[in-house]
């Protein structure tokens, strides 16, 4: 959901752009309260976004008494990396393998389509491309 909330900022913002830079000066109070209302909302979707990553790197400093017996949002005392000393037994490695190997196999295949795409937008004609010619940027 916040992923969702930042996306739809960001395209807010992009429109906001185009549409402003063509009807109000750079200047105007009606930019000004825009432009922070549009940036404050952003920086709300980024720390809602962040807000969970930051709790999970909390908690993994926390041991596992502490975190049963207290509140989830209290700092560790004392911090602790018994929980990363554990990765180990429960088969973490073979686990960060699988998901690097897995990584590297879609980036190279996203980069060879992806490059083989743009040589075929590039060079070959297509009838659409006449139609949409705000859509790309050619000759």
Do not use: W
């Amino acid at each position: 959901m916040a992923m969702v909330l930042f996306v739809l900022l960001v395209g807010v913002t992009i429109a906001q752009h185009r549409y402003f830079r063509r009807r109000i000066s750079y200047d105007s109070p009606s930019r000004t309260i825009s432009n922070t209302a549009v940036y404050l909302g952003l920086a709300v979707g980024a720390v809602i976004t962040l807000v969970p990553f930051g709790l999970g790197l909390l908690t993994s400093f926390t041991s596992a008494r502490q975190f049963n017996t207290e509140s989830p949002l209290s700092l560790p005392a004392p911090p602790t990396l018994a929980n990363y000393t554990g990765l180990a037994d429960a088969g973490f490695g073979r686990a960060l393998v699988v998901t690097a190997l897995m990584t590297a196999v879609i980036l190279l295949g996203q980069l060879v389509f992806s490059v083989l795409a743009a040589y075929a937008f590039a060079r070959l004609e297509f009838p659409a491309v006449t139609r949409c010619s705000g859509c790309t940027s050619r000759r």
